[in-house]
């Protein structure tokens, strides 16, 4: 037997695959799914089953593909009602393969169908639990995204509390918990950077498993300072339960390299949004006019999720020569099937063929400071609520980039705007988004509040 944790840190995502004499599983898979078939095919193991531990709302998952692929068989929990062919286990439900088992158990809360799965050893011993988002190292799935009618997160939360006590804190402390997210996933709140980890500890460490907590006290804590979810998860249930298009058609429709002349044209046609994938600092010296930053090495999947609210926008791609398939990929891990083309050649050929372009204005920390002891400037911080309360620039305004869209009119056209974030990566996706709307008066501060910090403007704490 062997599990094989695939973590995909854009997306603080953990899927598995096991293995056991010639068969193998897999659970909570990434849209692509080649790699699962590959690893499959190179020890000889043929893929029988495609657990899903809910529908999950922070990606799309690859049950469908998979199962088309391999001829797997999809399984979810209890209470799922998915619009095409799947298996929906039983309570304690047995699966054999190879040489182990694993048993579904339902475990509602996060979700309705909500379901983890129990793995036992050839020798019948219990030995891992993927946990899905019913529990996560240091915390408990979110209980207010599967709220419908008269349910409440209240309600979800009382079976979270049962679903922990009941069927989860009862396993052996030695057993090891998978679970489906860790730090950074927005299914949580104060998910470890850990990956695994026993029950045991848990039980020790995570504040929701505390033995002398009440259910009373469980729900409030667990449903206390929940940021909004992002504006894509409903979409990315949808498409989990109802189906979706095949990846290798939306990588097909996303692999066309066009010319400076014929994005220029697709761009004006098509009315697709321009989506520049670069990194922040060469962003910022040359752009199309009217393209979004969201740059390829930070949380790029999740800011596309929450910046970009229409799932079905064409969308063509700047970005580094080499990395064409890699961006259109996770952009359909979030359900971005729409990329009708790429700039071959990068940006580079924008600027060979003479286009019009737009730039950035930067200012270093330290520039900044001189100005800010003189001027008085506006400062735009768009970081989170929380990270801006443990310290920021002695007037400024928290404008948090997850609900720009929602807040444009907060930002005055009438004066320079500096915007800064903790180190660069989401001012410049600020920025270009306020450029693309017309709010031309952006300056970006270098280096963000990390470098401002160690600069002679004052900075309050706590506050």
Not at 37 to 46: E, F, L, R, S, Y
Not at 47 to 68: M, N, P, Q, R
Not at 313 to 342: C, M, S, W
Request: proline fraction near 5%; charge should be negative; hydrophobic fraction near 40%.
């Amino acid at each position: 037997m062997k599990i094989e944790q695939i973590y995909t840190g854009c997306l603080a995502q953990g899927a598995y695959f096991i293995v056991s004499n010639g068969e193998a599983a897999v659970i909570d898979p990434l849209r692509e799914v080649e790699p699962y078939i590959q690893k499959a095919n190179k020890i000889g193991a043929k893929i029988k089953y495609v657990f899903e531990t809910h529908f999950h709302a922070d990606f799309v998952s690859g049950h469908l593909d998979l199962a088309e692929k391999t001829g797997a068989e999809i399984v979810y929990g209890p209470n799922a009602n998915p619009a095409f062919n799947a298996h929906i286990a039983a309570d304690n439900e047995i699966f054999k393969l190879g040489d182990i088992t694993i048993k579904a158990l339902h475990t509602p809360g996060h979700t309705l169908e909500s379901t983890s799965y129990l793995l036992f050893d050839k020798n019948q011993q219990p030995t891992a639990l993927f946990s899905g988002d019913t529990l996560f190292i240091g915390d408990v799935g979110r209980p207010d995204l599967a709220q419908k009618g008269d349910l409440t997160m209240e309600d979800l939360a009382g079976m979270l509390f049962e679903s922990l006590r009941t069927k989860i804190m009862t396993l052996p402390d030695d057993l090891i918990v998978y679970p489906a997210h860790g730090a950074g996933s927005a299914c949580g709140k104060n998910m470890s950077k850990e990956t695994s980890d026993t029950l045991g500890n848990q039980k020790r460490f995570n504040y929701a498993l505390r033995a002398d907590m009440t259910r009373d006290e469980f729900i409030k804590e667990v449903t206390a300072n929940l940021p909004e979810p992002p504006k894509y998860f409903p979409e990315n249930v949808k498409m989990n339960r109802d189906g979706y298009e095949s990846i290798d058609d939306v990588l097909e429709r996303g692999d066309q390299a066009l010319s400076a002349e014929a994005f220029e044209a697709k761009a004006n046609n098509t009315g697709a949004l321009i989506l520049d994938t670069r990194k922040p600092e060469d962003f910022a010296k040359g752009f199309i006019p009217n393209s979004i930053n969201i740059g390829i090495q930070g949380g790029f999947a999740p800011w596309v999720g929450a910046l970009i609210p229409d799932l079905k926008q064409n969308l063509l791609i700047v970005t580094e020569p080499g990395k064409e398939e890699e961006v259109v990929t996770r952009l359909a891990r979030v359900g971005y099937d729409h990329t009708i083309g790429f700039l071959n050649g990068g940006f580079e050929t924008w600027v060979a063929a003479g286009k019009e372009m737009d730039s950035v204005d930067n200012v270093s920390a330290n520039a900044f400071a001189e100005l800010y002891n003189s001027q008085s400037p506006e400062v735009i911080d768009v970081r989170k609520p929380d990270e801006f309360t443990a310290g920021h620039i002695e007037g400024a305004k928290n404008l948090p980039l997850d609900y720009i869209n929602d807040h444009m009119a907060d930002f005055p056209k009438d004066k320079t705007l500096y915007v800064h974030c903790a180190g660069g990566y989401r001012s410049m996706i600020a920025a270009s988004i306020l450029k693309s709307r017309g709010i031309d008066n952006v300056v970006n501060i270098e280096g963000g509040f990390a470098a401002v910090e160690k600069t002679k403007v004052p900075v309050l704490q706590g506050v």
